[in-house]
């Protein structure tokens, strides 16, 4: 069966540190990959998304960048985080177009 | 911006009772519906689907309404318990631009007093 890896849970930074949050899949080949951050009371905001190896998009311009190294490893990235960069960050697979996505755990990033 | 959007972001309700949450979307094109249910601190999980060849499609306990005419999504929740209390998202798998990516509203929060 496949699962998905996030960590940490929670993380504490101030503010201009760097920004490593890592995300692997196991049990699927070539998914699609998603990092989404919800703030407090919202939805769901889609920060980057990839169908492959190298092959990322951005949705939102930010602070943030997002990586793919190996198929089933998407790491989201920041060199200098703001406070506006506190948030819980969730990563996800999906397989094909119109399937269901699969979350991890979250994040708790808090930029102090 | 969010291209799905939801009525109430908080619904109250006592434990045996009916729940409906409701979603409107903006994509006339989106073809696929999610329903995901989220629990305090944790990543959203899947609780139903529907395609849009469908209008209704059930589940345990769940039941998921699709009327493509005026773009509006509902979940039921039959005889609801404590245990369904969460925040609940709707979610569309098309982006206006024609990306298939799971696109959310911004959640409805559902309280189950026993």
């Known amino acids: 069966s496949q699962t998905i890896h996030q960590w940490p849970a929670t993380l504490v930074q101030p503010v201009g540190s760097p920004l490593s949050l890592e995300c692997t899949v196991e049990?699927?080949?070539?998914?699609?990959l998603y990092w989404y951050r919800q703030a407090a009371g919202r939805g769901l905001q889609l920060l980057f998304y990839?169908?492959?190896?190298?092959?990322i998009s951005s949705e939102v311009p930010q602070n943030l960048s997002a990586s793919r190294p190996q198929d089933r490893q998407f790491i989201l990235s920041s060199k200098k985080l703001l406070l506006s960069d506190s948030g819980f960050y969730l990563c996800?697979?999906?397989?094909?177009?119109?399937?269901?996505?699969?979350f991890g755990q979250g994040t708790r990033l808090t930029v102090v | 911006g969010e291209s799905v959007g939801l009525h109430l972001p908080t619904l109250s309700v006592q434990e045996g009772d009916n729940s409906i949450i409701n979603c409107a979307y903006s994509?006339?094109?989106?073809?696929?519906f999610i329903w995901y249910k989220q629990e305090s601190g944790k990543g959203p999980q899947f609780i139903i689907d529907i395609r849009s060849n469908m209008d209704k499609r059930q589940g345990q306990r769940v039941t998921v309404l699709l009327n493509k005419t005026v773009k509006h999504l509902s979940l039921q929740i039959a005889a609801t318990q404590p245990g369904d209390s969460a925040v609940y998202f709707c979610?569309?798998?098309?982006?206006?631009?024609?990306?298939?990516?799971?696109?959310f509203g911004r959640g409805t929060s559902l309280i189950v007093h026993p």
């Open positions: 990839s169908v492959g190896i190298g092959q």
């Open positions: 994509n006339s094109a989106s073809d696929y």
């Open positions: 996800a697979w999906s397989y094909g177009q119109n399937t269901e996505a699969f």
């Open positions: 979610a569309e798998n098309k982006t206006p631009g024609g990306s298939y990516i799971p696109t």
């Open positions: 049990g699927t080949s070539n998914p699609n």
